[in-house]
């Protein structure tokens, strides 16, 4: 007997429809490895029609009162909790997520965030208008860019894409969005509940490859782009918005640094640390991948977190005693097994280091000690449920490690000396320090990094400054 694989479909202009030309992928569940439903492929028509759909409908959302944007958000706030079961279950069918963690620990803070968000667009300021120049009246407008761009991951697809999608139309602005090509499902789900708020065009969906994210990247239409993903595709977007000197927004790689101290509440740091680095099988850019921990601590630090990891249980969506899921796909394994492989001769593999099962894409929770400074998986980012130990002798030298690498997206300090919890924070280049914990986030902080980790920033007033830009007005009193 043969399932029917489930059907989905690019939302443009309030419909929705399959590629122009016909052209499909196949959308597999990570934790099986089984296909489950096609998505279109979309080509340049597709991108034609739904950016013109956004553009259609640009004017109108652009002149709605703030109030109107508020309203409509909370209504899509509202809907996304009241589906927050087939949300969940389309995220983990996309990525192989727990059911439960999903629900607790994805769906809330998403809807806290479009809130957020809805409250944000009232909350537009300025500075005050004045006579800077005599007989004349300045004043400053921020209004929407226009149409956007958007490009989101894979492994958030629901909350990445309310992060894009949110601040763009909070402050007027129409959005063409597409989700990886591995994990469609909820972003569809999610076109289908905005459908009976937003007027048609302000929201469009469109499935594809990288292929299709160029072809958005590169169209005459939007004013801004917008990707969270690799620093390769960041620079490919960079690159070709430049050419039409396109607004860019990019939320790229990033390698944390975790550093501990000799006077840290070691089984505290070990437990939230494990927590931080394997939580979504490490598929996150702000995981608590790369530790670094004074030297007169290192080996008791490091029995600690071995014994953690193998604790640690990654199995089936609904196991309820699993931390993580699988990695997205077989590419994303192969690139993760790749970094133990290639470990040099004076690494330690602690901890894992293998695949788990014979179905799924599954990977041990893994901890590798006795590494250099230099050594391939210090200076990539590896991207799953890997955490990687180093030992150092001085603040000085610890913070050496920590920005000697060319991420600076976030970063933990762990010690209880307030003076030097102070003086890291200043002095680590990264865009998040946390001190005595890892990971957290909330709407109203901003989130994103220096250096090859991107620019510009998601949640807080500032990401939602993002997506305006300023006018100066100036205007005779002579009438």
Not at 78 to 86: I, L, P
Not at 191 to 217: Q, Y
Not at 437 to 451: Q, S, Y
Request: hydrophobic share 40%; charged share 25%; glycine share 8%.
């Amino acid at each position: 007997m043969t399932t029917e694989l489930r059907r989905l479909r690019n939302y443009i202009g309030g419909e929705f429809k399959d590629a122009a030309d016909g052209r499909t992928t196949e959308v597999v569940n990570p934790a099986t490895g089984e296909v489950y439903a096609t998505a279109p492929l979309s080509g340049q028509a597709d991108v034609d029609a739904a950016m013109a759909a956004a553009a259609a409908a640009f004017p109108g959302w652009r002149d709605t009162t703030p109030a109107e944007r508020q309203r409509a958000l909370l209504k899509i706030a509202d809907a996304f909790e009241a589906r927050a079961d087939e949300l969940v279950a389309a995220e983990s069918e996309n990525t192989g997520k727990p059911l439960g963690l999903t629900a607790s620990e994805e769906l809330p803070p998403m809807v806290d965030q479009i809130r957020f968000f809805a409250g944000a667009a009232r909350l537009l300021e300025g500075r005050s208008a004045g006579e800077y120049m005599d007989g004349m009246t300045s004043i400053v407008r921020r209004e929407p860019v226009g149409v956007c761009a958007q490009v989101a991951p894979w492994n958030y697809p629901m909350m990445m894409a309310v992060w894009k999608f949110a601040p763009a139309i909070a402050a007027g602005n129409t959005v063409v969005l597409k989700p990886s090509d591995t994990t469609p499902a909820s972003t569809v789900l999610m076109a289908e509940i905005i459908d009976s708020v937003l007027p048609k065009g302000v929201f469009n969906v469109i499935c594809g490859d990288r292929e299709t994210g160029r072809a958005m990247v590169e169209h005459p239409t939007p004013a801004m782009a917008s990707i969270t993903g690799s620093v390769r595709a960041g620079m490919q977007v960079a690159e070709s918005a430049s050419k039409d000197v396109k607004r860019v927004h990019l939320e790229l790689g990033g390698k944390a640094p975790v550093v501990v101290f000799e006077d840290a509440d070691i089984p505290k740091a070990v437990e939230d640390i494990a927590v931080a680095g394997y939580f979504n099988a490490g598929q996150d850019c702000t995981a608590a991948t790369r530790v670094l921990v004074h030297e007169s601590i290192h080996d008791e630090f490091v029995a600690a977190l071995a014994k953690a990891a193998a604790d640690t249980r990654t199995g089936a969506p609904d196991d309820e005693d699993v931390l993580y899921g699988p990695l997205n796909n077989p590419n994303q394994l192969r690139q993760v097994a790749g970094f133990i492989e290639r470990l040099p001769a004076h690494a330690k593999v602690e901890a894992g280091g293998h695949q788990v099962g014979e179905k799924g894409y599954f990977y041990a929770p893994t901890v590798v000690s006795g590494l250099k400074q230099d050594d391939e998986i210090i200076q990539n980012e590896v991207f799953g449920p890997v955490i990687t130990v180093q030992s150092f002798t001085d603040e000085s030298q610890a913070l050496e490690y920590a920005n000697g690498v060319e991420f600076a997206l976030a970063s933990s300090v762990w010690t209880k000396d307030h003076g030097r919890a102070m003086r890291m924070s200043k002095n680590l280049d990264f865009g998040c320090v946390w001190i005595n914990t890892h990971i957290p986030l909330v709407a109203e902080m901003p989130h994103g990094g220096f250096k090859k980790s991107g620019y510009g920033k998601d949640l807080s007033a500032y990401g939602f400054e993002d997506y305006t830009r300023i006018k100066h007005v100036m205007t005779s009193l002579d009438g």
